[in-house]
Nanobody, 124 residues
Framework: EMQLVESGGGLVQPGGSLTLSCTVS????????IGWFRQAPGKEREGVSC????????FYADSVKGRFTISRDNAKNTAYLQMNSLKPEDTAVYYC?????????????????WGQGTQVTVSS
């Protein structure tokens, strides 16, 4: 059974940092591009970042560029999202998703498998 599990969410003060992890089972990450999305209450799901399979090109939403870093460790079947300088507007449920044998896409409907999400709350 293919499964993605996010972890690392929580409550953090503005300016703080969190690292989210996305661990997969039932398949290996090598041939998958990995995306991180988020959804805040009352808002649409938005793409945050993505890392391609193979060469590992990375992409970021303008709102997180320079603050967030996506990475992957295929040997551990895990992807990461390092989030620094967090702002209250980063508060959302964060999801990881994978694309099989395709490059990153900003359209969440293109993704093949999804995790259940992890809550990130940025508040003082």
């Amino acid at each position: 059974e293919m499964q993605l599990v996010e972890s690392g969410g929580g409550l953090v003060q503005p300016g703080g940092s969190l690292t989210l992890s996305c661990t997969v089972s039932g398949f290996t990450l090598d041939n998958f591009s990995i995306g991180w999305f988020r959804q805040a209450p009352g808002k649409e799901r938005e793409g945050v970042s993505c890392i391609n399979s193979g060469a590992g090109d990375t992409f970021y939403a303008d709102s997180v560029k320079g603050r967030f870093t996506i990475s992957r460790d295929n040997a551990k079947n895990t992807a990461y999202l390092q989030m620094n300088s967090l702002k209250p507007e980063d508060t959302a449920v964060y999801y990881c998703a994978v694309l099989w044998f395709r490059l990153c896409s900003s359209d969440f409907s293109d993704y093949d498998y999804w995790g259940q999400g992890t809550q990130v709350t940025v508040s003082s």
